[in-house]
């Protein structure tokens, strides 16, 4: 699997590049901003984009949505609770970043156990609520896309409409920490880390 990190937007939004080695078919999760940008490495790598998929619905995650569909006609992918968020005006926040908001609706709702598959690869969708209501991560081989749920040594913020603090716990001890401790996990911002080195050393798990 074929996995980029393009760091996007005003808020540092991680956005991944993910595609099939041999078809180089391909997702776009998160584009948070800086459309241009994606569409040109997505170019060079010579992806043929089939989805874009948000792991939920703020600001900084959707903000490109609409370029980036436009350019390349992918099907507009989300969890069906965080679907309100991309048809919503996102307010000061949005134009605080330049954004036009609301941009296109889902065409694609997304459920806990849906699978998304571009090329040879299949990830799973999780629901992963907590930081928001429809936040999921996506599990594939050795690897999982967690969005703003956790990250290394953090973890997602809770005081946004639909977070909890509760929720956001029990989301990460049972649907994360219980994956293999080798899995990678690409985080929503900042640098990729592990389950196992979460579990080691995030502060608020130890
Ligand atoms: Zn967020
Ligand atoms: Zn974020």
Not at 31 to 42: H, M, S
Not at 74 to 90: G, V
Not at 91 to 107: E, I, W
Not at 165 to 191: C, F, N, Q, V
Request: aromatic share 6%; glycine share 12%; charged share 20%.
């Amino acid at each position: 699997m074929l996995i980029e990190r393009l760091v996007v937007g005003m808020l540092q939004c991680n956005c991944y590049l993910v595609a099939s080695e041999d078809t180089k078919e391909g997702i776009v999760i998160d584009p948070g901003g800086d459309g241009p940008l994606i569409l040109e490495r997505a170019e060079e790598m010579g992806l043929s984009i089939k989805y874009i998929v948000n792991t939920h619905g703020h600001i900084d995650h959707i903000a490109a949505n609409r370029p980036v569909r436009e350019a390349t006609g992918a099907q507009l992918a989300i969890h069906k609770d965080d679907a309100e968020w991309l048809i919503s005006d996102q307010g000061d926040y949005a134009r605080m970043l330049g954004v036009q908001s609301p941009g296109p609706a889902a065409d694609v709702l997304l459920e806990e156990g849906d699978e998304i598959a571009f090329g040879s690869e299949r990830l799973q969708v999780v629901h992963t609520p907590g930081h928001s209501l429809g936040g999921i991560s996506l599990v594939g081989d050795g690897v999982v896309f967690c969005g703003d749920t956790l990250f290394a040594d953090g973890v997602g913020r809770v005081d946004l409409p639909g977070g909890s603090w509760e929720t956001l716990m029990d989301t990460i001890k049972t649907r994360l920490l219980s994956l293999p401790d080798d899995t990678t996990a690409y985080t929503g911002h900042g640098p990729p880390t592990t389950i196992g080195r979460e579990k080691q050393f995030n502060s608020w798990f130890r």
